[in-house]
Nanobody
Framework: QVQLVESGGGLVQAGGSLRLSCVAS????????MGWFRQAPGKEREFVAF????????KYADSVKGRFAISKDNAKYTMYLQMNSLKPGDTAVYYC???????????????WGQGTQVTVSS
C-alpha cells in the first residue's frame, strides 16, 4: 500500500508560478512511474504529466507542454510539478498517482492522493 500526499497548491495570478509536491510512503518509491492529473469543476480528471521510475522519461499533455516540468527525487520519496506561466484554464485540483500499466488515462494509475487546489486568477 502506498500513500501519496500532495501540497503546494494555492491562489496565483495569471503568469505566475507554483511548485507542487507529492510525497510518498513506502521504500519502493524509486520503482514507481508516476503522474500528475488535474480535475476542474464539472470536468473529467485529465492527464497532465508522466515520469518514469528513474526520471529518464517524461511526457506532458499538449496543454501544459513548455510551461510545466515534472521531476522526481527518489532519495526524498518526492515528485514535483513546477508550473510556470499559469493560466486561468489551469485552475483545478491536482492529483498525483502511481502508474500501474502503460498509458496515461485515469485507469492506468492507482494510489491517488487527496489532491491540492490550484486557482489562477486573471
Amino acid at each position: 500500500q502506498v500513500q501519496l500526499v500532495e501540497s503546494g497548491g494555492g491562489l496565483v495570478q495569471a503568469g505566475g508560478s507554483l511548485r507542487l509536491s507529492c510525497v510518498a510512503s513506502g521504500r519502493t518509491f524509486s520503482q514507481y512511474a508516476m503522474g500528475w492529473f488535474r480535475q476542474a469543476p464539472g470536468k473529467e480528471r485529465e492527464f497532465v504529466a508522466f515520469i518514469s521510475p528513474g526520471a529518464e522519461e517524461t511526457k506532458y499533455a499538449d496543454s501544459v507542454k513548455g510551461r510545466f516540468a515534472i521531476s522526481k527525487d527518489n532519495a526524498k520519496y518526492t515528485m514535483y510539478l513546477q508550473m510556470n506561466s499559469l493560466k486561468p484554464g489551469d485552475t483545478a485540483v491536482y492529483y498525483c498517482a502511481v502508474q500501474i500499466r502503460n498509458g496515461n488515462t485515469v485507469s492506468d494509475y492507482t494510489y491517488w492522493g487527496q489532491g491540492t487546489q490550484v486557482t489562477v486568477s486573471s
